[in-house]
């Protein structure tokens, strides 16, 4: 259990630079998530965490102790993998045990600490049979055993769940945010799914081109997002991002008009609205568009509209339908509007 803090981290290939300059501080038994898409720098930023990834500017504490020199196998902390790394000749047992009789642990104890790992994940019963027996997500919870059973300074997840299934990756986020909390390790968490970064994280890290975007709660990221990267990126659907203009105190793009805008004249801006924040209307709209799919989920229907420019996405009540191009009226919570630098990308603050 310890903090960890990375104080202008960088990672070079030559002239491709992956991270830069990353300055982070990770709280004694907090669980950080790294979010973003694909080559953002998240993993490459744990790797360096790990050992696994030789910083080429920076340095990295951990428990106050820089270890931006030290060996992978020295720094004590345990990472849980996407491809959860077990050997297929082994049973359980003996993949939960094997950290153990690498650092030495006497054999007396070994049994006990193997055991209440294997509690911990619920799978006690389990640990006579070889990792080609188990399930998914069995396979997963016993690479976390693995992990839990050295009881490291922290633990580091590189998109674990990836190879799971919608409905187990929901049930182990479950169980690892249940785990982490009972024994509050200090967690660093990569992923590039939202869903998974809103319900276990205590902070998120949103990154992009190598570069932190926001850093902040999950509540906080999803309702203040900083740029429209952010916007775009957190929500299920995401935000919905419409470029127009001010003029004469109104917002005005094709099919779109909000007046009363808190933004210059002649500014060129991006109108942010989340989906849930729009409802279909018969009049007073400030948005007219075309059906262009309508897809029920159950709980609420998913409308997608077209106009002349953009796509919009709306959450309507779970009973609505409409003909395919058929127009749309549609109101938006006024004081829910988000509005960013058309060009940086950066948001307007208006209070």
Not at 13 to 30: C, H, P, Q, R, Y
Not at 300 to 306: D, R, S
Request: one cysteine or more.
């Amino acid at each position: 259990m310890a903090e960890i803090e990375l104080r202008g981290i960088g990672k070079s290939w030559g002239s491709f630079v992956g991270v830069k300059d990353v300055n982070l501080t990770i709280a004694d038994e907090e669980l950080i998530v790294l979010l973003g898409p694909s080559g953002c720098g998240k993993t490459t930023t744990m790797r360096m965490i790990a050992g696994l990834e030789e910083p080429t500017g920076g340095e990295i504490l951990i428990g106050g102790e820089s270890v931006t020199d030290v060996d992978a196998r020295d720094r004590d902390v345990a990472m849980v993998f996407q491809s959860y790394a077990l050997y297929p000749n082994m049973t359980i047992y003996e993949n939960i045990r094997f950290p153990l009789r690498m650092r030495g642990v006497p054999k007396e104890e070994q049994s006990t600490l193997v055991q209440r790992a294997a509690d911990m994940v619920e799978l006690g019963d389990f640990l006579h049979r070889k990792p080609g027996a188990l399930s998914g997500g069995q396979r997963q919870r016993a690479a976390l055993a693995r992990a839990v059973v050295r009881e490291p300074q922290a633990f580091l997840m590189d998109e674990p769940l990836s190879n799971l299934d919608a409905k187990l990756r929901a049930a182990m986020r479950v169980h690892i945010k249940h785990l982490q909390r009972q024994l509050k390790i200090t967690t660093v968490y990569v992923t590039h799914d939202q869903i998974e970064a809103m319900t276990l994280a205590d902070r998120i890290v949103i990154m992009q081109g190598g570069e932190i975007q926001q850093i902040g709660a999950p509540d906080q990221i999803y309702s203040d997002p900083a740029n429209t990267f952010v916007a775009g990126f957190i929500g299920s659907p995401p935000m919905n991002l419409i470029t127009g203009r001010v003029a004469d105190g109104a917002f005005g793009a094709p099919g779109v008009e909000i007046p009363d805008v808190p933004v210059d004249d002649g500014r060129a801006v991006t109108l942010g609205v989340r989906p849930e924040d729009c409802k279909v209307a018969t009049e007073g709209a400030h948005l007219n568009a075309s059906v262009y799919g309508v897809e029920p989920t159950g709980d609420v229907t998913i409308l997608t509209l077209k106009t002349d420019t953009d796509t919009i996405e709306v959450k309507a009540d779970r009973d609505f339908r409409a003909e395919l191009g058929s127009p749309c009226k549609i109101t938006f919570d006024t004081d829910r509007l988000y509005y960013f630098d058309a060009d940086a990308g950066q948001r307007i603050r208006t209070t």
